[in-house]
């Protein structure tokens, strides 16, 4: 793979002056962020003094002398104050953010790509997650150059800390297949030895290097700058070398604290006389510095590295860039020093080493010195384009897979048809891309992989044929397979529904995930929907429904998940033709930007749950509501997040007015998904017992329950009375008495309608893990079958009617 063209490189003076700057403008953020903000709650602002300080170097060494325009960037969390300091110097940031750093509306306190007001390339804070997130960037990368053609050469950079190597997501990333072969990627490990609370005991690099390497990655140690290269090549060279070798991390990191003289008597105590002849024509500043040259802040020897990764275009590098946090402060290499603040006097002396004043130390460089004319021009050389968020395509609302036939079908299967008719789309196929963690043909991808092939940088040869599933691997395929790692499949997706940022072009990604496993992955979901991006992701099978599987299979959580994570949109059908209206809908949305196409659903997050089953469910009911409501309105209604799927008064018209006039009791029984058969079997017997019982489909919790909190925050920041909410009044309208919620879930996702409608409400849902078993038995076992449902049904009325009494009546006398 190309990587980008060489950058120039000004003299090694000017770059010094710069992270110098760009030092005293990280420290300087945090420390105005703490000491002169007024703080009204007593709370520490905080902020990583130290933490910034270690990468200032590396973040110099890349944003000004070598990184190109289209070069992507993940910055670790603690760092954010230097690359706001680097945007600021490079004219992408307005001053006054500088005093608004952990500000409402300020400057975030972990790099943000939709809260920063400055160019941020990957959102990081969860460790372990951004640091993955540009190798799923490179992964996109070289999809998208394999089918549209190559993009401006880019290299997809992490910088992390070296505390986040412990984190699982780390290795699970760098071994999976599809990650594999990646040249234009690049990890710096800020490889300072410390954690929050420690110095660590233990340097694991010979572990770690083993590690990449065994995952076939280029490894470059980065531990000596060229003061302390430069003496390793004179006599006793070799003797001072092992001896810096053989220090424990504590004894070294502890050089740092002390006065030169002090940093000369603790590093030759005991050393061999070897290392002492060396030292001996040195003055004690000369020795602390050479001793504490560490690579990492060394910017010839940063650049060199970058250079060398960048020839290294078949595979991965990772540079273990040794630094020591804190670096440039007097608090560097104290074992406490993480969220250790300077104080006013030290920042003085900081503002004065840096040459600046009271009335200048926010300036930027002057714009005709060495260093401005330079910021000027690295501004120029980073520009980047305006990137497209839209696809021209034309998304149906319907394909028709979803039509009723004869036999009963389950909505795993319509989705896997459904697709399968989009790929059909000849405008529209090109952006599809699908990918699963080994979960492909089991959640149904198989007819759209047979269609569409398997993604792979190089034509491979099939040397079997199995007449089902055609696992052609080449560059054209458009599924992208994954090793068993829930996290991989939500950073790739995370990576995809940004690649109309991040590598200039709109895609429609979906993948598919056991629901139960949802939550393995759950950390990685959060990140990449907080990242902005737009994918859609089927849960599937969900739910106690896979019952023969047991409770280790059977999700009941994952409703909750999707209802409440933000930039999400949960979606659970029932049925086939739903389903087709509500994945043509999520897949325009996607297509149009994030912006709603011409439907009846409203703008909304963009990305998009479906919680699925592969119980197989009879199509007349939907069917029969379908005739009584119209396509339009029932599509309108579905989309919106709930519909009536049945009428007891059109079901059983004498309900509607008994003997005497009195209406008979009413109930609505409020169901989503592959529970309904039961809900209606309910119905039907308590019709038979003259409860009118209206049942209403809910195919989307999460609209229904936004457009209920829209009218809610409406009312309140407008100190007016909240009105109805549009979508709950077209499902629930004209519908007496309480409701019951029955749910294949967890029985608090729905409970709330009672809440939005004003009536009592019974919760019905699996609030206790499952077993294996048939669907009847675990329905039974957690009351969501047809009898325990008409009697939650009973029990809503009598609570009803005894809260009439009681509260509604006036007292007697």
């Known amino acids: 793979m190309s990587t980008a063209p060489a950058q120039p490189v000004p003299d090694l003076a000017t770059l010094d002056a710069i992270q110098r700057r760009v030092l005293w403008l990280a420290v300087r953020m945090v420390d105005a962020a703490n000491r002169e903000r007024p703080n009204t709650e007593g709370l520490k602002v905080g902020g990583h003094q130290a933490s910034s300080a270690s990468m200032v170097t590396l973040m110099t060494a890349l944003y000004f002398a070598h990184l190109d325009a289209a070069d992507r960037v993940s910055v670790k969390?603690?760092?954010?104050?230097?690359?706001?300091?680097?945007?600021?110097?490079?004219?992408?940031?307005?001053?006054?953010?500088?005093?608004?750093?952990?500000?409402?509306?300020?400057?975030?306190?972990?790099?943000?790509?939709?809260?920063?007001?400055?160019?941020?390339?990957?959102?990081?804070?969860?460790?372990?997650?951004?640091?993955?997130?540009?190798?799923?960037?490179?992964?996109?990368?070289?999809?998208?150059?394999?089918?549209?053609?190559?993009?401006?050469?880019?290299?997809?950079?992490?910088?992390?800390?070296?505390?986040?190597?412990?984190?699982?997501?780390?290795?699970?990333?760098?071994?999976?297949?599809?990650?594999?072969?990646?040249?234009?990627?690049?990890?710096?490990?800020?490889?300072?030895?410390?954690?929050?609370?420690r110095v660590v005991p233990g340097v694991r690099i010979g572990q770690w290097s083993a590690q990449f390497q065994a995952a076939g990655w280029h490894v470059v140690e980065l531990r000596f700058g060229g003061r302390l290269t430069e003496l390793f090549a004179r006599p006793g060279g070799d003797a001072l070398r092992r001896w810096i070798e053989g220090m424990s991390n504590e004894h070294y990191q502890s050089l740092f604290a002390l006065t030169p003289a002090q940093a000369r008597a603790r590093f030759t105590e005991d050393a061999p006389a070897a290392v002492v002849d060396l030292l001996a024509d040195l003055s004690d500043e000369e020795v602390f510095a050479a001793v504490t040259d560490l690579g990492g802040h060394d910017l010839a020897s940063l650049l060199d590295a970058f250079a060398e990764c960048d020839r290294v275009t078949d595979r991965p590098s990772v540079i273990f860039a040794y630094t020591v946090?804190?670096?440039?402060?007097?608090?560097?290499?104290?074992?406490?020093?993480?969220?250790?603040?300077?104080?006013?006097?030290?920042?003085?002396?900081?503002?004065?080493?840096?040459?600046?004043?009271?009335?200048?130390?926010?300036?930027?460089?002057?714009?005709?010195?060495?260093?401005?004319?330079?910021?000027?021009?690295?501004?120029?050389?980073?520009?980047?384009?305006?990137?497209?968020?839209?696809?021209?395509?034309?998304?149906?609302?319907?394909?028709?897979?979803?039509?009723?036939?004869?036999?009963?079908?389950?909505?795993?299967?319509?989705?896997?048809?459904?697709?399968?008719?989009?790929?059909?789309?000849?405008?529209?196929?090109?952006?599809?891309?699908?990918?699963?963690?080994?979960?492909?043909?089991?959640?149904?991808?198989?007819?759209?992989?047979?269609?569409?092939?398997?993604?792979?940088?190089?034509?491979?040869?099939?040397?079997?044929?199995?007449?089902?599933?055609?696992?052609?691997?080449?560059?054209?395929?458009?599924?992208?397979?994954?090793?068993?790692?829930?996290?991989?499949?939500?950073?790739?997706?995370?990576?995809?529904?940004?690649?109309?940022?991040?590598?200039?072009?709109?895609?429609?990604?979906?993948?598919?995930?056991?629901?139960?496993?949802?939550?393995?992955?759950?950390?990685?979901?959060?990140?990449?929907?907080?990242?902005?991006?737009?994918?859609?992701?089927?849960?599937?099978?969900?739910?106690?429904?896979?019952?023969?599987?047991?409770?280790?299979?059977?999700?009941?959580?994952?409703?909750?998940?999707?209802?409440?994570?933000?930039?999400?949109?949960?979606?659970?059908?029932?049925?086939?033709?739903?389903l087709d209206w509500l994945l043509c809908d999520a897949v325009g949305h996607i297509a149009a930007g994030g912006d709603a196409p011409t439907t009846a659903a409203p703008v909304e997050a963009a990305s998009y749950y479906f919680r699925l089953s592969t119980r197989p469910i009879d199509q007349a009911p939907f069917e029969a509501a379908r005739q009584r409501l119209g396509d339009v309105v029932l599509r309108r209604q579905v989309l919106a997040g709930a519909y009536r799927l049945l009428d007891p008064y059109e079901a059983a018209p004498h309900l509607r007015s008994r003997p005497g006039g009195e209406p008979a009791p009413s109930v609505v029984l409020a169901a989503s998904g592959a529970v309904l058969p039961e809900v209606l079997a309910a119905a039907a017997e308590l019709m038979n017992e003259g409860v009118a019982a209206h049942v209403v489909d809910v195919t989307s919790a999460d609209r229904l329950y936004s457009a209920w909190q829209r009218t809610l925050r409406q009312g309140i920041r407008t100190a007016t009375t909240p009105s109805a909410a549009g979508a709950l009044r077209a499902a629930f309208g004209g519908t007496r008495g309480p409701v019951v919620t029955i749910h294949d879930g967890a029985s608090h996702a729905m409970a709330w309608l009672g809440a939005a409608l004003g009536v009592h409400c019974v919760p019905l849902g699996v609030d206790s893990f499952g077993q294996s078993g048939t669907i009847a038995d675990l329905y039974r076992a957690h009351d969501l079958d047809p009898g325990s449902i008409v009697n939650a049904a009973l029990a809503a009325l009598e609570l009803s009617y005894t809260a009439e009494l009681t509260y509604h009546r006036p007292a007697a006398e």
């Open 77 to 197: 969390p603690h760092a954010s104050p230097v690359l706001h300091a680097i945007n600021y110097l490079l004219g992408n940031l307005d001053r006054s953010y500088l005093t608004r750093l952990r500000s409402y509306g300020g400057l975030q306190s972990y790099p943000s790509r939709t809260k920063d007001p400055d160019r941020v390339d990957f959102s990081t804070g969860s460790v372990g997650l951004g640091a993955a997130a540009p190798l799923f960037g490179a992964v996109t990368r070289r999809y998208v150059d394999a089918h549209f053609g190559p993009r401006p050469p880019a290299r997809f950079i992490a910088l992390l800390g070296d505390a986040e190597l412990d984190e699982g997501n780390i290795w699970e990333a760098i071994a999976d297949p599809a990650t594999q072969g990646l040249g234009n990627v690049t990890w710096v490990v800020d490889f300072n030895r410390q954690s929050l609370d």
């Open 325 to 578: 946090k804190g670096w440039g402060l007097p608090i560097a290499g104290n074992p406490r020093n993480h969220s250790q603040l300077l104080g006013g006097e030290q920042i003085a002396a900081l503002r004065g080493a840096t040459g600046l004043a009271d009335d200048t130390e926010w300036d930027r460089f002057d714009a005709a010195s060495a260093e401005g004319i330079w910021c000027n021009r690295r501004q120029e050389a980073l520009r980047l384009e305006p990137a497209p968020r839209r696809l021209a395509v034309t998304v149906p609302e319907a394909t028709g897979a979803g039509r009723a036939g004869r036999k009963p079908v389950s909505t795993q299967e319509v989705f896997g048809r459904t697709l399968v008719d989009l790929s059909r789309q000849a405008d529209l196929a090109p952006y599809l891309v699908s990918t699963a963690p080994d979960v492909a043909t089991s959640t149904n991808l198989a007819g759209f992989i047979n269609r569409m092939g398997v993604f792979h940088p190089v034509e491979q040869r099939a040397w079997s044929v199995d007449p089902a599933l055609k696992w052609t691997e080449s560059p054209k395929g458009q599924h992208i397979e994954l090793g068993i790692s829930e996290m991989n499949l939500f950073l790739l997706l995370g990576q995809l529904g940004l690649a109309w940022d991040l590598s200039h072009q709109p895609l429609i990604p979906i993948g598919t995930v056991y629901d139960p496993f949802v939550l393995r992955g759950l950390d990685a979901f959060v990140y990449s929907v907080y990242s902005g991006a737009r994918f859609i992701v089927a849960g599937t099978p969900s739910g106690v429904t896979l019952a023969p599987e047991g409770g280790a299979h059977q999700s009941t959580v994952t409703p909750s998940v999707g209802l409440e994570l933000p930039g999400v949109t949960l979606v659970e059908p029932a049925y086939g033709t739903a």
